[in-house]
């Protein structure tokens, strides 16, 4: 996302934060260019999935990732533990909370392997096998990969193979992320017709959709194992986690037959994920490790919108720099271009050749994933 948190001024250093993914595109740039920008910017770096380092980031002063999300051993640099989804704006829930609820379940995601889509339609039959009176909604965001188009296949596959007294009990909703999203309006009324959201990921950052869920009164259940942060904040007196799929479908089960108490639910741990009070947070740390002063801090992030920040989908970045349609700098040679625009460097000519070199034999390499995908669908 190379997020300019804070801009140099008075001869203070910046704060430029970089994603997880856009790592190994800075490292490969120029140690000179590198010591160069940092001496104008502390450079933090965002998990924003699950990672695991064998070792530091040597140039990073600081990880900006919440507990679980980053796995090192040994490790000197600092971690303020925050994630995207402690900057829900507080605008995001909707002050409307008298709908009927016609949804005992809710799942929003993709079709990615790692998402256990496919796993949780089959819990959801074994359930409506048992509990008729149950409905279900499914929210499949679909993205353009091959391994979501092949998987998305194998979902559709087993609702078109359930009886019709099963089946209608499932509403089933595909939209395509980049050419038809669903509005927010419409997401925000899926949770308020919904009781509890059922998150069955093998692997994430820390789901947005869950904090999301919660500060819309909705109990969650979560996949125990899931590997990240998103069962970090998770209020275990009405919450929920299942060790296995076959262990869900019975959780499911009792959540039905508790559907009036979860009706009037009203979530008490809501602050955690809020943009107001996770800022205060980020200037504690930031205060506190880099000696910023705080009331300029608070001045400078009063009007930022860390909410899609993190995320990477404000845009805020030439689209010369990034892949049009957020703010990732995500190839070597674009890297290389505005970390030498940041720094007010006359880009070389074979440097500039040499990312692109890089750049090349990447996609070469990524030909080469197809394989692997077809076997991770095929183990799934």
């Not at 002050?95 to 016609?102: A, F, G, Q, T, Y």
């Not at 499949?140 to 990969?145: E, K, M, P, T, V």
């Not at 017709?193 to 069955?200: A, K, M, N, Y």
Request: with cysteine; aromatic share 12%; glycine share 2%.
């Amino acid at each position: 996302m190379a997020y300019t948190l804070l801009p140099p001024q008075n001869n203070n250093k910046g704060i430029l934060i970089l994603k997880h993914l856009e790592v190994q595109y800075f490292t490969a740039l120029d140690k000179k260019l590198i010591e160069r920008l940092k001496k104008e910017y502390i450079i933090g770096v965002y998990f924003g999935f699950y990672s695991k380092l064998s070792k530091d980031i040597w140039w990073a002063d600081f990880y900006l990732s919440a507990d679980n999300v980053l796995k090192i051993k040994t490790t000197s640099v600092p971690r303020i533990p925050l994630n995207g989804f402690n900057f829900i704006d507080k605008n995001e829930i909707s002050e409307v909370d008298n709908l009927d609820k016609k949804y005992d379940f809710l799942y929003i995601g993709n079709s990615q392997t790692r998402k256990n889509l496919l796993q949780f339609v089959k819990a959801c039959k074994y359930l409506l096998e048992r509990v008729e009176s149950s409905n279900i909604l499914i929210v499949n965001r679909l993205g353009n990969s091959i391994e979501e188009k092949l998987y998305v296949r194998r979902v559709r596959n087993v609702l078109q193979s359930m009886n019709s007294s099963t089946r209608k009990n499932i509403t089933y909703i595909e939209s395509m992320t980049s050419s038809n999203p669903l509005p927010k309006d419409v997401i925000k009324q899926f949770y308020l017709q919904s009781r509890t959201l059922v998150i069955p990921s093998r692997a994430e950052g820390a789901a947005r959709v869950v904090g999301e869920a919660s500060l819309n009164n909705l109990k969650v259940i979560s996949y125990q194992k899931m590997q990240g942060g998103t069962n970090n904040h998770l209020n275990f007196e009405i919450d929920e986690t299942f060790e296995s799929f076959e262990q869900l479908p019975d959780i499911m089960e009792q959540t039905v037959r508790n559907r009036v108490c979860l009706s009037e639910y009203v979530s008490n741990n809501k602050s955690c994920y809020l943009e107001d009070v996770s800022k205060k947070v980020l200037i504690e740390h930031l205060v506190k490790l880099f000696f910023y002063e705080r009331d300029n801090l608070e001045q400078q992030f009063s009007s930022q919108n860390f909410y899609n920040a993190f995320s990477s989908h404000l845009n805020l970045i030439k689209s010369e720099f990034t892949n049009n349609q957020t703010d990732e700098v995500l190839s070597f040679s674009k890297m290389y271009l505005y970390i030498s625009y940041l720094t007010d460097v006359k880009p070389s000519f074979l440097h500039l050749i040499k990312a692109r070199s890089s750049d090349a034999f990447s996609k070469l390499n990524r030909i080469f994933i197809f394989p692997k995908t077809l076997i991770k669908l095929i183990i799934s």
